[in-house]
């Protein structure tokens, strides 16, 4: 019998959203999205990208790349430059353009991630892992794509690591309007930054919606091996002992306004 990575998977993702590719260990996450910018290729179904398709015989997976830009999950395997800049710049330098503009991109792409100056001419290898995920995030932006895709981006990190990595993210979604495709195991990452959130569950879709309606399958997370986040939990404890609340809210701020909504204050 055969197994499948992925079965019957049907997305569209349109410009400028940032979605939340969620699921266990196993659950097709991260094959999804090396389909996104061509790294697979299915071996059932298309992959459109702006309309065409992106397996068709002549079509510029170069390009493709420099628009779809994908940040794997363990840094070290996007860097391999002697320091910091030159690694940046590989991407620019690739598609062409002048030293000058390489240059420019590089830095640029630093300072949207936050990474010090201090760094920019040490080793990738001599980095914390915060700094080295960091880096491969800016060596992606510096290719100025249309869909910034991060694949596990916090693992590893501690919480305050993994707070400064979603904050710089959340900043530049908000500052460019570029489309983001954060995949993640934890519902608790990315509760209050997406707009829509994709659960995966054994290679196919098990949930499509924006998180207020997600967070409401509290039970049915919990049986393919995900937790809501504590907010949902309150709010589910709330409604069941009889306080007229919504259970959707996804954040604390949320929370509190429905709290005191349901109070009448």
Do not use: W
Not at 179 to 198: G, K, N, P
């Amino acid at each position: 019998m055969a197994s499948y990575a992925l079965r019957d998977v049907s997305l569209v993702i349109p410009d400028g959203q940032f979605i939340g590719l969620i699921g266990h260990t196993g659950s097709g996450k991260s094959t999804l999205v090396q389909h996104l910018n061509g790294l697979l290729a299915p071996t059932e179904g298309s992959v459109y990208f702006n309309g065409e398709d992106i397996h068709e015989k002549g079509y510029d997976k170069k390009k493709l790349r420099s628009k779809v830009g994908l940040v794997f999950q363990y840094p070290e395997h996007q860097l391999f430059e002697t320091d910091v800049f030159s690694d940046v710049c590989f991407g620019p330098r690739n598609l062409g353009l002048t030293q000058k503009e390489t240059q420019l991109r590089a830095f640029e792409a630093l300072r949207q991630v936050g990474f010090p100056e201090e760094y920019f001419y040490q080793s990738p290898f001599d980095l914390s892992g915060g700094q080295k995920r960091r880096a491969a995030i800016a060596g992606v932006l510096a290719m100025r794509p249309e869909v910034l895709i991060l694949d596990e981006p916090t693992a590893g990190l501690d919480p305050k690591g993994r707070d400064e990595i979603l904050e710089r993210i959340a900043a530049l979604k908000r500052d460019t309007g570029i489309t983001v495709v954060l995949v993640s195991h934890s519902m608790e990452d990315i509760a209050e930054y997406v707009d829509r959130i994709i659960v995966m569950n054994r290679g196919s879709v098990l949930f499509d919606d924006v998180p207020s309606v997600v967070f409401t399958h509290v039970k049915e997370l919990e049986e393919v091996g995900l937790a809501a986040p504590q907010v949902s939990y309150i709010m589910q404890a709330l409604h069941e002992s009889g306080m007229p609340v919504r259970t959707g809210a996804t954040t604390l701020e949320e929370a509190e306004r429905e709290i005191l909504r349901a109070l009448g204050r």
